[in-house]
């Protein structure tokens, strides 16, 4: 079985920055490599979006609430999808997930980000 445990979230001040991690597990490296990876969030009240994608490629797209801020990245070997998150804002407060580009599996807890001062 598939899981997704994401870590990372916590509390910080506008201006800040964040790095979440999230590791895959329930399949083998050679397969995870195939899969398009992405980082989603929801905030309180509205619907989870897709906020940064890297494909099995390493080609990366991301949303424009945070194009120029946050860096998403992958290491095949350890099965895990990182989000580097700068310039923090208060609107980027959400509950972050990973998944793969179409949802495909079962989503885990995610991790919460708090941006306030």
């Known amino acids: 079985q598939v899981q997704l445990v994401e870590s990372g979230g916590g509390l910080v001040q506008p201006g800040g920055s964040l790095r979440l991690s999230c590791v895959v597990s329930g399949f083998s490296t050679s397969i995870f490599r195939l899969n398009d990876m992405g980082w989603y969030r929801q905030a309180p009240g509205k619907e989870r979006e897709l906020v940064a994608g890297?494909?099995?490629?390493?080609?990366?797209n991301y949303a424009d609430s945070v194009k120029g801020r946050f860096t998403i990245s992958r290491d095949n070997a350890k099965k895990t999808v990182y989000l580097q998150m700068a310039s923090l804002k208060p609107e980027d407060t959400a509950v972050y997930y990973c998944n793969t580009l179409n949802g495909r599996f079962v989503w885990g807890q995610g991790t919460l980000v708090t941006v306030s001062s």
């Open positions: 890297i494909t099995s490629g390493l080609i990366t």
